[in-house]
């Protein structure tokens, strides 16, 4: 008897109260807003069943409608883009939920279709990308590093440079990439675990999943990419998006 395929809905974050680059998925990226290029490449990615727009912004709503793109208005009291999932979660149901981040232009198909490779391995319940970091992220405190066991179980996400090279001598580094995919049930409880002192240490909300004992695979990727934070990344994004091929 075959195995049905799980189902996968694919929900991106996005909203407009960003403290650093305000309104930033409504900016301006090569012609486009930067919500487009988000929404476009998670698109066209094979494994998600579906995908929706998960905001706090009726103007965020109104530019989503006025593009066809599916659109689900959440509570602006939520805080972090888990905790958006987790409601869109409450609304339609799928097995697997994947959060993929509204400011993430550089996003390929090829990185979710990364990401929902260890759900191959039923005891998954959460996963994660990382990337080769580049020599001028590794001591960057905004590149989260992350190391990981043998086997790809996460041990450690860290805006310091771990591991600590203590010789000096040659050492693999990995940048965390902060698109996430989640079994119903790890995305049900994330909202009840309490916050850790880790997460509150590093401001890295999956350190609450790790603090609480459950295990976050880490699947590796080819393609970096930058997350939009500051008028320099956006400035970064479009030179890169305004010279790859179309």
Not at 112 to 127: C, G, H, I, Q
Not at 187 to 215: A, D, K, V, Y
Not at 217 to 236: A, N, R
């Amino acid at each position: 008897m075959q195995t049905q395929r799980p189902t996968t809905l694919g929900v991106i974050p996005a909203r407009l109260a960003s403290t650093r680059l305000p309104r930033k998925v409504l900016r301006n990226i090569a012609g486009r807003p930067m919500l487009a290029w988000v929404y476009e490449a998670a698109r066209a990615c094979p494994q998600l069943d579906s995908l929706i727009i998960a905001t706090d912004s009726q103007e965020i709503a109104e530019v989503c409608q006025a593009n066809h793109w599916p659109v689900q208005l959440t509570s602006s009291d939520l805080a972090s883009g888990t905790d958006r999932v987790h409601a869109v979660s409450q609304l339609i149901d799928a097995d697997i939920y994947v959060n993929i981040q509204g400011d993430e232009p550089l996003l390929k198909p090829e990185h979710l279709t990364a990401l929902l490779r260890p759900f191959a391995n039923t005891a998954v319940e959460v996963s994660t990308l990382k990337v080769a970091c580049t020599q001028v992220n590794i001591h960057n405190p905004n590149a989260v590093k992350v190391v990981t066991a043998a086997d790809g179980r996460a041990l450690y996400f860290s805006r310091s440079t771990i591991p600590y090279n203590r010789d000096g001598g040659p050492a693999q580094y990995w940048k965390h990439i902060g698109l996430y995919a989640y079994k119903k049930a790890a995305l049900q409880r994330f909202p009840t675990l309490p916050h850790s002192t880790l997460e509150h240490t590093e401001r890295l909300e999956q350190l609450r999943f790790l603090e609480n004992n459950i295990t976050v695979y880490v699947e590796p990727t080819d393609h970096d990419t930058i997350g939009v934070d500051t008028e320099e990344d956006l400035k970064l994004v479009e030179s890169i998006l305004l010279n790859q091929p179309r």
